[in-house]
């Protein structure tokens, strides 16, 4: 006669517990090799506001030559970026090197 043996089932839940990480590098290596949708039990949905958000940047006008516009539609091709990127970006390399040169 076969005795009865007793067997723990352990639930999914308790076995995909998210870990306590000792620092951020192995909080990142562990996220890098898991999905959440392994851990259900340990995320709960929420429910998010975006109505009172404001941009972040603000539109202006800036009447510029028609060749500098020209040229710079040019070398946004080159780069494959819209123009208007292009722009903002060397804007901000400008004003960088114009504020490092003021506090030399």
């Given at each position: 006669?076969?005795?009865?043996?007793?067997?723990?089932?352990?639930?999914?839940?308790a076995?995909?517990?998210i870990?306590?990480?000792?620092?951020?590098d192995?909080?990142?290596d562990?996220?890098a090799?898991?999905?959440?949708?392994?851990?259900?039990?340990?995320f709960k949905?929420?429910?998010?506001d975006?109505?009172?958000?404001?941009?972040?940047?603000r539109p202006?006008?800036?009447?510029?030559?028609?060749?500098?516009?020209?040229?710079?539609?040019?070398?946004?091709?080159?780069?494959?970026?819209?123009?208007?990127?292009?722009?903002k970006?060397?804007?901000a390399?400008?004003v960088?090197?114009?504020?490092?040169?003021?506090?030399?």
């Amino acid at each position: 006669m076969q005795k009865n043996k007793k067997i723990n089932k352990i639930s999914a839940s308790a076995v995909n517990k998210i870990p306590v990480f000792k620092n951020e590098d192995e909080e990142r290596d562990f996220w890098a090799n898991h999905s959440i949708l392994d851990f259900p039990d340990d995320f709960k949905e929420v429910n998010l506001d975006f109505s009172n958000l404001k941009p972040s940047t603000r539109p202006i006008t800036v009447r510029l030559p028609i060749f500098l516009v020209e040229d710079l539609k040019i070398l946004a091709n080159k780069k494959d970026v819209p123009y208007q990127s292009l722009m903002k970006v060397f804007l901000a390399e400008k004003v960088r090197q114009e504020f490092k040169a003021s506090y030399q």
